[in-house]
Every structure is written in C-alpha cells, then in structure tokens.
C-alpha cells in the first residue's frame, strides 16, 4: 500500500481481556518496528521485525505481550489480560532494511483499557 | 545502555522568533534522524544526516551534525503556528543492531 496501515484506529476494551493489533507495512518493506507511546510521552520501543524474525524482544514490556509476522508483510501485536496501564498508542513502522533506515510510521493504534 | 537525550523538554516560543532544540547521544552514531509529530498525529520523517558536520536546510528549518557524530541541532527561523508539535530525534542502537533508539522529544509551542 501507499503507507503504514494499522488496524483497528481505535480500541476501547475491559481489563482482562485480550486484543489483537495489526499492522501492514509499506509494499517492500522487510523490516517492520512496533513503538508505544504513553499520553504525552515519548516513544517506547517494543519489538522489530526482520523479514518473519524477530531479532529483538526486549522491548516488550512482560509476557502478556507477544507479536507476531507472517509472509514478510502483515504484523500482528497481541496483549494478552489486558491492563490499565496498557492504555496507549500503538504506532507500527516499517523500513526497506533494517540498520539505520528511514522509517514510516503508521496512525497508530489507541488503545484504552477500562 | 545508550542513551539520546533532547532538550529542551518544552520550548514555548512567540511566533516569528527563532530557536534551536538539541540531541545528544552518550554514544557515536552513523546517522541521525529528526521526525515530528503533530498533536494528534504519528511521527512523519523530516530528514537524516549521515556525514560528520553536516548541514541541512529544510526551508525554515536547519539541521546540524556535530563533528564528532555524538550531537544534532535543530534551529527553526520566524517560528510559526504550523511549527507546533514534538520534534524527535532517533539514531540506530547499538545495544541492538536495527533498532532505532528515539530521544523523548521536544514539544514545542508557539503563541500567536
């Protein structure tokens, strides 16, 4: 596509349940970013994408966070027990290479756990 | 770990006048990268500096890479409404290879 393309725009869910964000990256794209950004506050790196693999996890904040990548192009971002202090945007990037490219972001995803 | 750290935090400027925000990174980088982000809206890539010293123009706006790769500026001339919004700089990790490492941003407002 012409961009970064995350669904759903917006998310309103009860705490303790489970959701699922997705993100498609720009055509060509091999590396993909998911960043979450607190209300005023900078960005917060989760976890990249190389291709299908995920090189680096350390940014996702416990275990109820988990994300996956399929077929080099759509991206999946999955809190498990959704919790208050969940609530956020989840912005996805996406760049031709990894190392020191460009990248663009998506909207971003808000997320609001009730 | 690396750190990129950006002041101001905030920057109130009057419309029509100038100022700078900086980035410093505790450790050398092969490139540096600004994005701003409106109120409301996603980080948008303004541009990327690679060679030490460099010096780029965007119209109204200057970026600078210091000479030893550690430090950017960003200077903004007769500031105006459309300046509004947070301005970011990022430069690639290196306590992980392909990650881009953002500093915390400088909001800036302008007052008409």
Known sequence: ?114 | GQQVMQIPQYQHVQEGEDFTTYCNSSTTLSNIQWYKQRPGGHPVFLIQLVKSGEVKKQKRLTFQFGEAKKNSSLHITATQTTDVGTYFCAGPSTDSWGKLQFGAGTQVVVTP
């Open chain 1, 1 to 114: 596509g012409a961009g970064v393309s995350q669904s759903p725009s917006n998310k309103v869910t009860e705490k303790g349940k489970d959701v699922e964000l997705r993100c498609d990256p720009i055509s060509g794209h091999t590396a993909l970013y998911w960043y979450r950004q607190s209300l005023g506050q900078g960005l917060e790196f989760l976890i990249y994408f190389q291709g299908n693999s995920a090189p680096d996890k350390s940014g996702l904040p416990s275990d109820r966070f988990s994300a996956e990548r399929t077929g080099g192009s759509v991206s999946t971002l999955t809190i498990q027990r959704t919790q208050q202090e969940d609530s956020a945007v989840y912005l996805c990037a996406s760049s031709l290479e990894v190392s020191g490219n460009t990248i663009y972001f998506g909207e971003g995803s808000w997320l609001t756990v009730v």
